[in-house]
Every structure is written in structure tokens, then in C-alpha cells.
Nanobody, 127 residues
Framework: QVQLVESGGGLVQAGGSLRLSCAAS????????MGWFRQAPGKEREFVAA????????YYTDSVKGRFTISRDNAKNTMYLQMNGLKPEDTAQYYC????????????????????WGQGTQVTVST
């Protein structure tokens, strides 16, 4: 069973950048497809980006395409989310998630597809 810990959140001005990290332990990281989700106050948790175990399959929600980049380093058991051009509407608690998936290009964009979740890291974008 994998444990996930997010870090890298904080307060940034609109137009700024942050890089989130998701460190995994307790499992074989390269056996997991991974994803990022976010939840703003009063709203449901929504999909942001996903990556297959190999990194060859990647998918983004439309609102972050061209601004966010998801990546992973299997040797370091860590996934990343580079966020550029941040907007106030990106303000949310960001969560990483994982599920076992042996197919090298398969990713998932639904909450119900993930079995393991981190505790979240807060991102606040000011105007």
C-alpha cells in the first residue's frame, strides 16, 4: 500500500509559479498511474492532470493546458506539478492520487479510479 505526501504549496501572486511535489512510499512507485486533483472551498474535488507509470501517457483538464506540466521521477518516487501563469481561480487544496496500473500509457481522470490519496497542499493565488 502506497502512502502519498504532497508539498510545495503556498501563496503566490497571479501570474506566478509554483511546483508541487508528491512523494510516495510503501509501494513500487513505478507500478502506479498518478494524478493531481484540486478542491476549492464549497466545490467538489476536480481533476487537474494525470500521468501513466512510464510518463508516456499524460492528460490535462482544459483549464490548465499550456500552463501546468505534470511529470514524475520513478527513481525518486516522486511526481511533480509545475504550475505557471497561475490565476486566482487556481486557488484550491491540491491532492495527489495513485492507483496500480501496469499498462505503460494508461492514465485516469476520475476520482473513483484512484485508490490512494495524499493529505493535500494549499495553493492560494492572489490578485
Amino acid at each position: 500500500q502506497v502512502q502519498l505526501v504532497e508539498s510545495g504549496g503556498g501563496l503566490v501572486q497571479a501570474g506566478g509559479s509554483l511546483r508541487l511535489s508528491c512523494a510516495a512510499s510503501g509501494g513500487t512507485f513505478s507500478a502506479y498511474a498518478m494524478g493531481w486533483f484540486r478542491q476549492a472551498p464549497g466545490k467538489e474535488r476536480e481533476f487537474v492532470a494525470a500521468i501513466s507509470w512510464s510518463g508516456r501517457g499524460i492528460y490535462y483538464t482544459d483549464s490548465v493546458k499550456g500552463r501546468f506540466t505534470i511529470s514524475r521521477d520513478n527513481a525518486k518516487n516522486t511526481m511533480y506539478l509545475q504550475m505557471n501563469g497561475l490565476k486566482p481561480e487556481d486557488t484550491a487544496q491540491y491532492y495527489c492520487a495513485a492507483r496500480l496500473e501496469y499498462r505503460s500509457t494508461v492514465w485516469y481522470n476520475a476520482r473513483r479510479d484512484y485508490n490512494y490519496w495524499g493529505q493535500g497542499t494549499q495553493v492560494t493565488v492572489s490578485t
